[in-house]
């Protein structure tokens, strides 16, 4: 009788739980399913309709940003098989990279974002009148330096010290790697990166108000005949994809970081959420490709 007891009370424990987790299998399953759907239509679209002026300053950061989206959306499926089948039957190498992934895009189309919107400001405020590479070697020069970076030096560093700490190696598991984050290194540079993207963005957020309302003040209800204002609109989209995709992510990582002692398992879960949602940046494509927004190349 007491067994009887306390296997009903075993039972009413587990399945909540196991309801929670079921519900954040779903809500990441249809995030990164709409990720490559959307994306890869995304980079179609833009890919038919982009200038071919790799001169220009803009474009050379939309085609980085378009190679960003393809290498990670590559990684994708392997993400929607695991938590289709909750298990994950490929090798370990494979599944560090996939996971490494995922922060390696978010990054890259934070810095890129960071350039856009730097190199408009500079424009408006007269600071540069340039906008263009010298040459076109020029233009493949720096991608490449850009690309090198990531490529020859940190993805081997990232694939060789990510996830080498986690027991878990040997099983069907993957993205599991949250324990490294106790180490005080890796939760000192989590920590900095996250609070430095989220004071980065909040000046953007900031700038980008400034020059808006400065420019309603100057010019009134004559302001959308004003092609300086849609430029700034455009810039606009970027700051919003940030606020949207990118920022919720490292605000919760704050709080997921200070707190990862404490009921690991569900605030993992949660934080996998909101780093799916960051994926959602390649969706940022088919908002580029609208009427009249790939003027910017």
Request: charged share 10%; hydrophobic share 50%; proline share 1%.
């Amino acid at each position: 009788m007491n067994t009887t007891v306390a296997t009903n009370i075993t039972n009413n424990t587990e399945t909540p739980t196991s309801g929670v987790i079921e519900h954040f299998r779903i809500t990441l399953i249809t995030i990164y399913s709409i990720v490559l759907l959307a994306g890869s239509t995304g980079l179609t679209l833009m890919m038919s309709i982009l200038k071919t002026n790799i001169r220009s300053l803009t474009t050379t950061v939309f085609l980085n940003l378009m190679v960003a989206h393809f290498l990670f959306l590559l990684t994708v499926p392997f993400r929607i098989y695991y938590f289709v089948f909750q298990k994950w039957d490929l090798t370990h190498a494979l599944c560090k990279m996939v996971s490494a992934m995922i922060h390696i895009h978010m990054h890259m189309v934070f810095v890129i974002y960071g350039i856009v919107l730097t190199l408009r400001f500079l424009q408006y405020y007269k600071k540069t009148q340039r906008t263009e590479f010298y040459r076109r070697l020029h233009a493949v020069g720096a991608s490449a330096c850009l690309w090198s970076i990531l490529l020859v030096v940190m993805l081997p560093i990232v694939l060789s010290r990510y996830g080498h700490q986690e027991a878990n190696h040997k099983t069907d598991q993957c993205f599991n790697f949250h324990d490294a984050l106790k180490n005080n290194h890796i939760y000192a540079l989590n920590m900095t990166l996250s609070i430095f993207i989220a004071l980065v963005s909040f000046v953007l957020t900031c700038l980008q108000t400034t020059v808006l309302c400065s420019l309603i003040r100057k010019h009134g209800a004559a302001i959308r005949f004003q092609q300086e204002f849609w430029v700034q609109m455009k810039n606009l989209c970027f700051v919003f994809i940030m606020l949207i995709c990118l920022l919720p992510y490292h605000l919760f990582r704050i709080y997921y970081l200070n707190n990862i002692q404490t009921n690991t398992a569900k605030l993992h879960e949660i934080n996998e959420v909101f780093l799916a949602i960051t994926a959602l940046t390649c969706c940022d494509m088919l908002t580029f490709t609208g009427k009249g927004m790939c003027q910017v190349c």
